[in-house]
Structures are given as structure tokens and as C-alpha cells.
């Protein structure tokens, strides 16, 4: 799951430094993703994901790390296929 | 209970709010207003009896020394100073964003010493968010503050800063380090004795000629205990953009509300002089005031909304919250300038005229303003961004 979320970072979170350098708890913010951007990620993540963030979770602090947004799969019970 | 610092006329059921509010309207604000704009210079004597009857420190709790007012309440009272004189209640909104900051996210002794001495002195706040070679883009700064142990230094190009002159303080953005990217913002108390302002640009404006909103070369320096200690993304988005879309739009519906009172004061003035025929322009006045509680239902609703959510930090960083504030803040701009087009319809000529009971001039440029304080254009292409992954109104 870790290495598809990096991967829909490397699309579109457009960050000043590289994605592999960020460790898993590293705030994306502070790490220069905008609000723009942000949306981006959302958006790539319903794609890689095939999934549809429920409201709920449509809020700063639910794509704030790499962590968070693993919390947040976790609990949408997304599949993850195994060499995925 | 607020002390009336202006000879109160004791009205039975006028909230106090309210009454200090008129009484600073009627008796200072509103006498001036004139000359404020003609010389574009800053209303001195309204800010004076606002500090003196507490009102600069209205958002701050009675614990520390302010009158401990709602957002609702102070929202109210600049609905009805914008009717006397838009200019000082803007000065006065401006100011009063930034205390609600300083309230909700200045939490350190010095910070907290400081908001103490906003509401025991009156001291004025302005904000230099906006700077030069980034436009309105107020979530992207080029400025970074720069810290060496214990302090800090920040140069800023700020294109305007509304009664910068004039205030004991300013509250900046700036990156937070020089290696910071730029949407990784703080807010920065920079305290008159530690800021250089260098003039950049005259202020003679088409309205708001009051806030004096000249440009600067701000150059500032203090302890890193200044800093505000909470990323500006988070102050943004709880505090400083939901207070100024909700003090904003009232403020455009006092401007809103004048300009209707003075066209139902030209309809009936009409309907007296000739009580046989319903005036032609009382069916303008119908649809103005139509459209007016419209305006009025907006700007509730936004204060009430953001009343239940404001101390949900996951509530006000929500996407949907986002997208109404933005929404609040097109349709408030948008529809002062509509209600004062209305109203120069119905009082023509007398509403044209520069010096006339119905004059209308002042309200409708000062109204023009509301759409570039923050550009529209951002705002829209900013939700236009938010809808594409929001769910539900
Ligand atoms: C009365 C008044 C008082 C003010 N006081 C202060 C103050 O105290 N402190 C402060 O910091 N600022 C203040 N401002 C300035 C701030 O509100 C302005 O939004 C800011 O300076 C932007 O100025 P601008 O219109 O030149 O630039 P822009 O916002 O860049 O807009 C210029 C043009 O570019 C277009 N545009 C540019 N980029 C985009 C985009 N991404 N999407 C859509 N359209 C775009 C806009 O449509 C517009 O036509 C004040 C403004 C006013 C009117």
C-alpha cells in the first residue's frame, strides 16, 4: 500500500524534494503540498485505490503523512492486491 | 454588560452591542465619513472612541481584559458601523480578524501577555498576508522569516497594508525558514517598536479611501517567541478566512442595508407627497429589498454554521467547510454591489448627486472593493478545485 501512495505522491503532490526521502510520519504540508496539490492527491488515490473518500475524511488532516493516509485506507478497508 | 463609553441613549431592548455600535456610528463614525473619504485619510476619531469603549478587544474573553463578545456580536456591530462609515468599520474588521487569530492560536505566555495588553490598551492589529510577486495567492509566501537562536528578522514587499501606519502591530505570512517551500507559512506578530514600514506606494483608491491601505517595505524583527506556533494553514483555515468571509459580508450588508434604507426613504417620500398612486419605483424597491434578504439569510446562515463548527479543528479543515466560506464570500461581494445598483435606480439623480440626503456615490465605490479583496476570480478557481472531489453541499 506504502508504495502506491508514494507513487500517486510522485504524481501529484508536486513537492520540492523527492518523495522517497519522506519518511511515513513526515507532514506532506510542511513538506510543500498546497491545497491545490492536495486535491490532486485525493483524486489520484480514488484512482490507484479505486475508491471514494466518504466526507468524513475529506479534510486536511487525513493526508497530512503518509501514515495518516494509510490509517485512512486501512479503516476503508481498501484491497490491496498482493504485488500491489 | 458593556459600558457605553459614548453618552448611551438607553433604548429598551437594543442589545448593548448594537447600542455601541450606533452610538459610535451616529455620533463619530458616521459625522466624519464624509471627509474621511474626501481626503482619504484615516478615521481617526472613530478607531479613538472604539478603543476607548473597549471595542478593539470585543473578541477577547472578560478573563483577559476584553468585553469577551461572540464573533456573531462583533459581526453585528460592523454591519451597523458600515452603515455610517464602511472605511472604519473596516478598519475595524480588519483588526478584529486578527485578534480572533491571536485568541484562538497565540497560545504562549507572550502571546497571551500580548493579546492582554490588545484589550487593556486597545491596541490596533493590521495584516500583511498578500505580497508583491505572488498577488493574492495568500497560501504561498516568497518572504521567509529568518531566526538566529532566540530571534527573528522577516523583510516582506507587501503591495497593502491597510492602516499600517497607524497600527501598534501587524501580523504577517512568511515561509519559515529561507528553506522552507512556500506553502509551508507561519504567522508572524511583528510589534511597532521592532517594524520599519518604507512606504511603496500612495493610497487614493476609488473606495475604502479610509484604510489608508498603502504598500510597504516591511522590515521586522523580535523574539522567535512572535512566531506563532501553529502552522498558518491551520489558522487559515479554522480562523482567519471563515472571520474575515463572516465580518466581511456583514460589513457589505450594513453598506447593503444603508443603501436600501436611503432608497425606501426616497419611495416614501415620493408615496407622501402623492398617497393616490403607488410610486413606479416602490415595485424597484420590492425587488431590492427581496434580494437584500437574501444577502441578510447568507450571511446568517454562514455565522450560525461557523458558530456550531468553530471550535472543531476537524470540522473547520473540512473541504465542504472550505467551499462555503468561499461561496459566502463571492456571493456577499456580488450582491453589496447589486443592492446599491438597485438602490442608485430608485433614487436617480438624488442618489447621483454627491451632496444629497440620497447620495449614493461612497456606498457604490466603496462597495466595488468587496470582489478584489481577494480576487473573486481566486476564490471561484479555488473551489472549482475543492468541488472536484466534494461530496455534498
Ligand atoms: C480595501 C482593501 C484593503 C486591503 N487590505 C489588505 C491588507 O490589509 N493586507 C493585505 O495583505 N492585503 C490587503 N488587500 C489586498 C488583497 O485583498 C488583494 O487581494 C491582493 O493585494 C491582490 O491584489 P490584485 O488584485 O492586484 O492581484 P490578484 O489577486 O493577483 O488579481 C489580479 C487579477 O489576476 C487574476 N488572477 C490571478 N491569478 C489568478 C488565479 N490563480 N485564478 C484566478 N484569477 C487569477 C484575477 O482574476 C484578477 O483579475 C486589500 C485590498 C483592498 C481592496
Known amino acids: 500500500m506504502e508504495e502506491r501512495i508514494r507513487s500517486v505522491l510522485v504524481a501529484f503532490a508536486r513537492l520540492p524534494i523527492e518523495v522517497d526521502k519522506l519518511g511515513r510520519d513526515d507532514d506532506l504540508y510542511r513538506a510543500g503540498m498546497t491545497s491545490h496539490a492536495s486535491v490532486n492527491v485525493m483524486l489520484g488515490l480514488e484512482d490507484a485505490f479505486d475508491i471514494e473518500f466518504p466526507d468524513e475524511y475529506l479534510r486536511k488532516g487525513t493526508f497530512e503523512s503518509i501514515s495518516t493516509i494509510m490509517a485512512v485506507l486501512g479503516q476503508l478497508e481498501v484491497e490491496v492486491p498482493a504485488h500491489g | ?393
Open chain 2, 1 to 393: 454588560m458593556v459600558e457605553v463609553a459614548i453618552h448611551g441613549r438607553h433604548d429598551a431592548g437594543v442589545p448593548d452591542h448594537l447600542k455601541l455600535a450606533t452610538d459610535i456610528g451616529s455620533e463619530v463614525a458616521g459625522p466624519a465619513a464624509a471627509e474621511v473619504d474626501e481626503q482619504s485619510r484615516f478615521p481617526v476619531e472613530a478607531i479613538d472612541a472604539m478603543r476607548s469603549a473597549g471595542l478593539l478587544g470585543a473578541l477577547i474573553p472578560t478573563e483577559m481584559g476584553g468585553l469577551g463578545w461572540t464573533l456573531g456580536q462583533v459581526a453585528e456591530a460592523t454591519t451597523t458601523l458600515a452603515r455610517y462609515c464602511s472605511s472604519a468599520a473596516m478598519v475595524q474588521a480588519m483588526h478584529q480578524i486578527q485578534v480572533a487569530c491571536l485568541v484562538r492560536h497565540g497560545d504562549s505566555p507572550e502571546l497571551r501577555a500580548f493579546t492582554e495588553r490588545v484589550a487593556r490598551e486597545g491596541l490596533l492589529l493590521a495584516s500583511a498576508t498578500t505580497e508583491a510577486g505572488i498577488g493574492g495567492n495568500v497560501r504561498m509566501s516568497s518572504c521567509a522569516v529568518e531566526r538566529d537562536l532566540d530571534s527573528f528578522q522577516l523583510r516582506k514587499q507587501a503591495p497593502v497594508i491597510s492602516y499600517g501606519e497607524y497600527s501598534d502591530a501587524i501580523l504577517a505570512t512568511a515561509r519559515r525558514t529561507p528553506e522552507s517551500p512556500a506553502s509551508d507559512q507561519v504567522l508572524v506578530l511583528c510589534r511597532r517598536e521592532n517594524v520599519t514600514l518604507k512606504p511603496t506606494s500612495e493610497w487614493d483608491a476609488m473606495g475604502f479611501r479610509g484604510t489608508c491601505s498603502l504598500g510597504f517595505e516591511l522590515l521586522a524583527h523580535g523574539d522567535a517567541a512572535d512566531i506563532l506556533p501553529v502552522a498558518y494553514g491551520d489558522i487559515s483555515s479554522q480562523t482567519m478566512l471563515p472571520v474575515s468571509h463572516i465580518l466581511w459580508s456583514s460589513l457589505w450588508f450594513g453598506i447593503a442595508s444603508e443603501a436600501s434604507d436611503r432608497a425606501r426613504k426616497f419611495v416614501q417620500a415620493a408615496a407622501r407627497r402623492n398617497p393616490d398612486i403607488t410610486p413606479p419605483n416602490a415595485l424597484r424597491l420590492a425587488e431590492l429589498t427581496t434580494v437584500l434578504q437574501e444577502f441578510q439569510d447568507v450571511v446568517f446562515a454562514a455565522r450560525a454554521r461557523y458558530a456550531a463548527i468553530q471550535d472543531s479543528p476537524d470540522q473547520t479543515t473540512a473541504i465542504g467547510f472550505a467551499i462555503a466560506m468561499n461561496s459566502l464570500k463571492v456571493s456577499a461581494s456580488t450582491l453589496v454591489v447589486d443592492v446599491v445598483q438597485r438602490a442608485l435606480l430608485i433614487c436617480g439623480m438624488a442618489g447621483y448627486a454627491n451632496r444629497s440626503p440620497f447620495t449614493l456615490g461612497r456606498l457604490l465605490r466603496d462597495a466595488y472593493g468587496a470582489q478584489l479583496m481577494v480576487n473573486n476570480d481566486r476564490i471561484n478557481a479555488n473551489n472549482a478545485q475543492l468541488l472536484l472531489v466534494h461530496r455534498k453541499m
